[in-house]
């Protein structure tokens, strides 16, 4: 009997033990845990700050190439206008509208007997 009182007793001690570095332990595992989402939620607002950045970059990028665009149309609608072209082929090369026109008929390519 004095056996299992032993036993009995030395179970009390050995849980206690336990129960004081799982005691220990939990804080610790707290901590860590605490400290790991501290770096990720840095980590993820700095990331965020990259991306607003990056996007206020690429928006400004943007409405620069819209004018850049706008002004390339209006450039090519100004070169392209028909008194424009009348004039530069009037004085750069020399052209000028035709006075007499003649028209020439081309004989029929079939046999006609």
Do not use: F, Y
């Not at 665009?69 to 206008?81: C, D």
């Not at 028909?82 to 090369?93: K, N």
């Amino acid at each position: 009997m004095m056996m299992l009182r032993r036993s009995a007793a030395a179970a009390p001690r050995s849980s206690s033990r336990l129960s004081r570095s799982s005691g220990a332990l939990l804080p610790l595992l707290l901590a860590v845990a605490v400290i790991a989402s501290a770096v990720t939620v840095v980590q993820l607002k700095q990331h965020s700050r990259e991306l607003t950045s990056r996007l206020e970059r690429l928006n400004a990028q943007q409405r620069r190439l819209e004018i850049e665009q706008a002004q390339l149309q209006l450039e090519q609608a100004t070169l392209a206008s028909h008194s424009r072209i009348d004039v530069l082929a009037r004085s750069q090369l020399g052209m000028v509208e035709p006075k007499d026109t003649v028209i020439l008929r081309a004989p029929a390519s079939g046999n006609s007997r």
